[in-house]
């Protein structure tokens, strides 16, 4: 049907229109009615479509709106005074289709949703419908019309904890309560994440970093299983809606209730003392490449949205590694960014944002990184996101790597080397990484990657050290299996990467052998106290505090079953591991030198101990030159806070070796040591109950402990 005939069915205005205004962009709702404005810079006609609900399948009123009347510069818009929220709309556009030369690929066949909308419902969703030129009017998605301003906060405001004080717990909306396991009233929600905050508390983390909860077609299949059965996106890292909360996740969205239970989720985790992070794809979007589906961007301006290849601009620039790749330094896509971010701040009280491949963002139109990209230092200086968490995936899927010199000076980093380093390690490898021998790389990754971070001006806070996330085995597999499982994906086990620097323990997958089963507890508990030792800002994946699996798979991205939900079960069957996670936790808090603001610089405390040193199994003889070395101990000397108080000192002692070791113990005039932690040990001795209530730990004499192989040994004096 072209533009002509279907304008003579346009039925008769149901609401009064006025001229409205071109900011904000979306549908703003008044006291009188609801203004509209979209960005087309190419458009030659735009219409608006109204519905009366989410699942009609023709509008009721289609509006054309004139150019010389409702269009200033390239933003077209209109005011409908009447309408109120919950009205559904949509829009089709018309332009120049000059694909291969411009990028353009209007399609007035093609219903759109609102780049800036609210919020989105996807019951009519047919992605194959909207992925040919017919016209799909039946089967689009609709966007809603939202007020936002009527939400009672209270008191409520980011909490902004400090960022050297920040553990980072990265979790799955859906998958942390989806499981019948978790006895929730709402599981798979936003309102069953509350029900689990008491959980959250206990365990003692300070931020839950959520998955994408951006709008993303939870309905597109990914893959057929081996069984036959369609695999949908699970993770949701392919938005379309960049200011919606993920429908999925809402008891109620068909009316913008979603917003609602968003806001009361972060509003109680608040409450609890824990901020939200979210997870945020701007690299690219759900429409793909040039066989993908027009959704929204592609149809209001392609050639500003993406990144279009030069030689022939039907295709796109790819990357993201997911079909197309976001234009973030043009002007209006940079609009979009920050107004996205500023948005969540703002209205949803949202504590900081993780980037997903962030390098992208440093990228030009034509892919070419940029040494002062637009996007990243907005970001940087906002002043309305000043206090929030900023981290970067410092790499994307085309090569460009940027840890240590990632744009900017705030950000936090995901440290992919202190992830590899501390895994060789762990496992018993032995040699060289990044020209140091092993021990020598682990020295430097856990006193704060200095070797990274430092010569750029950074700090320790910008190194966001993680063992474990979404993408890759949990910490449970990561000892249970040397090689990926992902036959369930429907790839032929082709996916996810072939090198995850694990080990087995001496049987592949689940055993009944007790001594595997020893040692592998003893390593989870091992990789969990050298991240909680460690300078910097400690991430991990939910559930590896109570060893869940996936039993090998290392990328789950498709899996929206037991494969990837968290197994309440497990809570009870590994209380000693939740108990040693939850310790660990606790004890990094109660040591300020354990979370630095600042790196080593060998200052000296009272009792003549450095801020750090580094021993092997013998005082001040690390092995730097032993590339046989399996073994590293660390003393950190206290230091006195302001009121006088914290200045415990702590000497660790890592030994990966097959055999047991002894090792010496420093002398500290006047006070004693006291055992803490002991890996080795069944719980609960293998951490004391009050790890910072003084005269509770096992009191260490003599001048040498025999430190069990595969273990790890935290002492403090007094």
Known sequence: MSITQRQAEVVTPTYQIEVGRSHPLGATPDEQGVNFSVYSDRATSVSLLLFDDHDDPDPIQEIKLDPTTYKTFKFWHIYLRGAKPGLHYAYRVDGPQDVHGQGDCHNPDKVLIDPYARGNTNTLWDRVAACTPNDNAATSMRSIVIDIANYDWGNDCPLNHPMNETIIYEMHVRGFTQSPSSNCRNPGTFLGVIEKIPYLKELGVTAVELLPIFDFDNKEVKQINPDGKPLSNYWGYDPFGFFCPQSLYCVNPEYGQHVTEFRDMIKALHKAGIEVILDVVFNHTSEGNEMGPMISFKGFANNHYYMLSPQDKRYYMNYSGCGNTVNGNEPITEKLIIDVLEYWVTEMHVDGFRFDEAAILSRDEDGIPLAKPPVIWQIELSEILADSKVIAEAWDAAGLYQVGYFPGYRWGEWNGRYRDTIRHFVKGDRGYLDGKVVVGAVADVIA???????????????????????????????????????????????????????????????????????????????????????????????????????????????????????????????????????????????????????????????????????????????????????????????????????????????????????????????????????????????????????????????????????????????
């Open 448 to 718: 704060g990657s200095a070797s990274v971070f430092h010569t750029e001006g950074e700090l320790p806070i910008n190194s966001i050290n993680f063992l474990t996330a979404h993408d890759g085995f949990t910490l449970n597999d990561l000892v249970s299996y040397n090689y990926k499982h992902n036959e369930a994906n429907g790839e032929a086990n082709r996916d996810g990467i072939n090198d995850n620097l694990s080990w087995n323990c001496g049987a592949e997958g689940e055993t009944d052998d007790p001594a595997i089963e020893a040692l592998r507890k003893r390593q989870v508990k091992n990789f969990a106290a050298i991240l909680m030792l460690s300078q910097g800002v400690p991430m991990f994946v939910a559930g590896d505090e109570i060893r869940r699996t996936q039993k090998g798979n290392n990328n789950a991205y498709c899996q929206d079953n037991e494969i990837s939900w968290f197994d309440w079960d497990l809570a009870e069957k590994n209380r000693d591991m939740f108990r040693f996670f939850k310790k660990m936790i606790a004890f990094r808090k109660t040591h300020r030198s354990l979370h630095r603001n600042s790196f080593f610089t060998g200052q000296v405390n009272q009792r003549g101990l450095a801020d750090i040193s580094w021993h092997g199994c013998r005082l001040n003889a690390p092995g730097w030159f032993d590339p046989s070395s399996t073994v590293l101990a660390f003393t950190m000397g206290g230091f006195p806070a302001k009121d006088g108080s914290g200045d415990t000192d702590i000497h660790v002692m890592l030994n990966m070796d097959w055999q047991d070791l002894d090792f010496d113990i420093p002398t500290v005039p006047g006070r004693k040591w006291y055992r803490v932690v002991d890996t080795a040990q069944d719980s609960p001795n293998d951490i004391a109950e009050n790890v910072g209530e003084p005269g509770k730990e096992t009191v260490v004499e003599g001048s040498v402990y025999g430190v069990h192989n595969r273990s790890v040994v935290v002492l403090i004096s007094r």
